[in-house]
Structures are given as C-alpha cells and as structure tokens.
C-alpha cells in the first residue's frame, strides 16, 4: 500500500487493508499530533468491482467476497437504496461477512460502499436462466461461453436451493451408472428429454409447459423424476411437492426460468390448488402488485417446462373435486400413463436387473451420487457450437413429421414431445449421453403414442363436453329426476321425460338442468355442436337446437338426446 500523506485532524475514506487479525476493511483517523490512530474494524474484506442496474431502473453495487466455508468468490448485489439501514448488514452477514456493530463503524461502511471501488456495469436480475450469452443457474452459478464473453450479469433471486444445484460426480460416471439405461426405457427417455429440453424453450420461441406422468404407486414415477433432476443438481434437495403459496410458485418458477420445475405426488395438494398452480406456473407471469412507495412492482415473467407426478390423470383428479381444468391447461400440462405396458412399471427394459424395483433403487442411489454435471455441459454445447441449437430445431422437425395430422391442440402437445426428443438426440450427438442416435425419438414417440390413445385423438374440449354428458346421464337417466312421457306429475329437481320413440328411447331435458349441469362451463352453442356431431344430440324440425313440449295448452322447451349414450359409446 503507497504511503498516504494527510494533513492534522484529517481522515480518510476507509479502505481494504491487511492487519494483524486479517483481511479487513478499516477506517483510519489522525489524533492532533498527526499520529494515525488504531484502525476501525469495519468488516471482513470484500471488494466493489461494479454498479448494477435491474429492470425496474433500481441501482446496485456489486461487490466480490470470499466464502468463509467453500473459500470460493463469490459475487452479490446490495441494494443502492438499503445501504446504511440494518436490511444491509442483513444481507452482508448472511453472505458470511463480518459486519462490526457500533454506529460510526456503520456510518464508515456505508460511506464506502457508496462512493469507493469501480463503475463497471451489471445488469442485475431475479430470474435465472439466458441473459444474452450466459446461463444463470438458481443457485447463481452464471455459465459463459468459451470463446465469447457474455454480459456482465449478477443474479439476486431465490437462492433457497444454492446448494442443490452443487454438481458431484462427473459426466461420465453419470453414463454409466445412469445414462445407459435409458436405451430402450421410454419414461426415463421422456424424463430427461423433457429436462434437457428447458433451456430450449426460449431459444426456439415455444410455449411453457410440460408433462404429468400418472399411474399406480411405487410404479416408478418419481424414479423418473429424480432422473430428470439429476441432469441439473441433487434430486433429493430439488424435488417440489404441489404443496405450497401462489407467491411461492412464482418465486420457485422464475428461478427456474429456462429451467426445469418437478412436483411430485399431486394427490399431497387439493384441487384448486394445483389448477391454480399449474396454471399460474405455466402461464408464466406473475400477478399485478402494488409497491409500497406507490405505483405497481414490475411484473415478473419467465419459461419453464414443468414435469409432474402423480396417481391420476390431471383432468380426472382436478374434475373429481369439481374444479375446471381447460383445454388450455390440457395442452400445456398433459397426462402420460407411467406404465410402459410391458408389466414393468415405467420401464420397458430391465437391462439386467431381476426386477423394476431393483432398477430404480439403483438409479435413486446412483442420482444422489452423479448429478448436475449434464444440465452444466448441455448449456456449454448450446453456447460454443453454433449448429447445436439448429440441430436441435431439424430433430423436432423430423419427429412431427412421423406424426399424423394433428390439430391445434395436440399439435402443441406433439411440439413438446418433439423437443423433448429433439434435445436428447442432440446431447447423443455430442457424445453428452450414451444413447443410440434415434433411440430417443424412438422412445419419446411410445409416449406421444401413449397420450395420444389416451386424450389426443379428438379435440379435447369435444371429449370433455361429450364425458360430462356421458356423466349426467349414467347418473339419472333410469332416476327419479327423469319422468316418464305421460306423467303429469315432477319433483322439485326435475330433469326432464324419458319418450320411448321405436327402439330408441329419447331424454327431453329442461334448459336449465341441460345448461347448468350438462354444458358446465362451456358454451351451450359448442355443447349442442358437439353433442349432434357424434349423433347424440337431436335438432328440431325448424333446425333449431330446443324441441317444442305443449302441455295443457302451454308450450314447454327442452333439449333433446337419443337414447342415455351417444351411439359410439352403445357399440
């Protein structure tokens, strides 16, 4: 340090210096004689490498410490407007730096965190994921290309995960305990396709979304989902259940923006809650708030894809406890059965193992061993090759168009699949997984084929309306809400007359108890759509959907189905 000449009484700013007990940063005074008194401890040493800005125009200074523990540097970001307030010796300690009490001590420190160190610019963000060339993880590991140097970014989200994302093992030893059971293993393929696939969605300008894999217990699903967290850091600490607050899903999901989100078991949480989340998670933006200084907080958005657990299908379970569940969020978050259909639960192959259940203690134990290292290297390959991203896009392309004709809807589904495919092949390709090149479009397709056979064939709003329909009718069609034609006589939830027409027997129902309960919440044009389409439903003879009733000179109106099922579901 260069000698530093002052006048009598003067004091300077306080700075980094090394003293007796360490690295600190001091405050040096002079006594009247022009002697330098013993130095202030203020803190532990850190540096002021920067000024950060985030979106909301909020300022920042960067500064560079060292980690009491790992002896690793670390960077952080402090609030411009919290500097001198207690919420910033909060924030300090928190980091492991020292931060002496007494308030002169402080009045010094804050002093020095506003006007000394660089000017470098920052951008700082609360949401993980690509910012311009580099990848934030939710731990705020930043990954920068090789060859290139991307902006300087500091991240100051939810960090409450850090140390789940620590990577352990290597890449290769993740092949060989893990990666090469995937070959022939359909769900795991869909698994960690769908994991790789995350920080593609941005990239390619798809939609947020995801998979639900349902079936019976200790089948294998969470084995899967484990899997798939296995590619970014340690699935024990990363595995979410749908338990949880609205505001805390939005935090947990824009620290996986360009990420991968797994809930487990859905049957832990209720209904309206995991509509409610599913929806706001993969809508991907959060909600309008007032700040308190006036005007609203600068709304969050983020992309994440969104793999699930569970017993049942999405729509049964949401629809079983009478809440919605949309054609929307269908296509965003459909179901998938975990069972493979060769009695082994999720697997198709054992490779070797006497059974499922040895398999997947196998994989559980060695993820907890070998994790994060391929979610690391696959995000080098996207930002050091150039041609990766574009392969990827030709390996989608190639699996939708082994597909047949496909509508909206599952076209977006299929999209989904795609990728998920399209970023395992192209891990394979760069030698990242051990997987033979087209096995995973292979895999992934047995589970499109799986959804498709289950909910993708028609429109998925017409089977719903159709099923609802089926509902009401298995329940009163032979009860006592529906009156024979010639009785004079209705209970106080009449439904409607049964009319025996040849063969057929034909259900004149009520508007009311046909637009309440039959149409639900869609609308009764589409209903009545839907319902003449498949034959069920029948027109008057003016063409319109309601057939005329005069009973005692007064004309009564009803809707009217054919028989108590549309005739496919008779043959």
């Not at 947020?208 to 699903?221: C, E, I, P, Y």
């Amino acid at each position: 340090m260069p000698v530093m000449k002052f006048d009598v009484n003067e004091t300077y700013a306080p700075n980094p210096r090394t003293t007796a007990k360490g690295q600190y940063i001091v405050h040096i005074s002079i006594d009247k004689e022009g002697n330098e008194k013993p130095p202030l401890l203020l803190a532990d040493k850190f540096d002021i490498v920067g000024n950060g800005t985030d979106g909301s125009g909020a300022h920042y200074r960067i500064i560079r410490y060292q980690d009491r523990c790992t002896r690793q540097t670390r960077h952080a970001a402090l609030p411009c407007a919290e500097i001198g307030s207690n919420a910033a010796w909060a924030k300090l300690q928190g980091m492991g730096i020292v931060v002496y009490s007494g308030r002169a001590k402080r009045e010094y420190l804050a002093d020095y965190l506003q006007t000394e160190g660089e000017n470098t610019h920052y951008a700082v963000t609360a949401r993980a994921g690509w910012h311009d060339k580099a990848y934030i993880l939710p731990s705020g590991e930043v990954i920068r290309p090789d060859n290139a140097e991307a902006g300087r970014v500091i991240y100051n989200g939810d960090k409450s995960q850090a140390h789940a994302y620590e990577a352990a093992g290597t890449a290769q030893e993740w092949n060989a305990e893990i990666g090469q059971y995937l070959t022939g293993n359909s769900r795991l393929c869909l698994a960690v396709g769908t994991a790789l696939a995350a920080p593609l969605i941005g990239l390619l300008n798809m939609e947020a979304g995801g998979f639900h894999l349902f079936g019976d217990s200790r089948d294998g699903k969470s084995t899967a989902a484990r899997i798939a967290l296995s590619i970014w850091g340690n699935p024990a600490a990363l595995m979410q259940t749908w338990t949880g607050t609205a505001h805390g899903f939005t935090n947990l999901a824009n620290a996986r923006n360009d990420g991968l989100l797994v809930l487990d078991e859905i049957g832990q949480a209720n209904a309206r809650q995991v509509s409610q989340t599913a929806y706001s998670v993969i809508n991907g933006v959060s909600k309008v708030q007032g700040a308190k200084e006036g005007g609203n907080r600068e709304s969050t958005r983020w992309k994440t894809l969104l793999f699930s657990t569970g017993e049942k299908p999405l729509d049964a379970f949401i629809r079983r406890h009478g809440e919605d569940w949309n054609a929307g969020q269908a296509a965003r978050l459909p179901s998938i059965p975990s069972n493979a259909g060769q009695g082994l639960g999720i697997y198709d192959r054992l490779h070797g193992f006497p059974n499922g259940a040895a398999l997947s203690e196998h994989l559980t134990a060695a993820a907890a061993e070998q994790h994060g290292t391929i979610g690391r290297a696959f995000i080098a390959i996207l930002q050091n090759d150039p041609a990766a991203l574009q392969t990827a896009k030709e390996r989608q392309n190639t699996f939708m168009q082994t597909l047949p004709e496909l509508n909206g809807q599952a076209r977006t589904v299929a999209l989904r699949f795609a990728l998920a495919a399209a970023a395992l092949e192209t891990a394979a390709l760069h030698g990242l997984i051990t997987i033979p090149a087209g096995a995973a479009m292979t895999a992934v397709r047995l589970c499109f084929d799986s959804w498709h056979e289950r909910a993708g064939k028609g429109k998925y709003e017409d089977e719903t309306i159709i099923a609802q329909a089926e509902a009401f009718m298995s329940i009163h069609a032979h009860g006592m809400r529906f009156s024979d034609w010639s009785d004079h006589h209705t209970n106080h939830d009449h439904a409607g007359y049964r009319k025996q027409a040849g063969e057929d027997t034909e259900y004149w129902i009520n508007p009311p108890t046909f637009e309440i309960e039959i149409c639900g919440s869609y609308d009764k044009a589409k209903v009545c759509e839907v319902l003449h389409a498949v034959g069920w439903l029948l027109k008057a003879e003016n063409g319109r959907w309601q057939h005329q009733r005069k009973r005692n000179g007064t004309a009564s109106r009803y809707y009217v189905l054919k028989n108590e099922a549309p005739p496919e579901t008779e043959e």
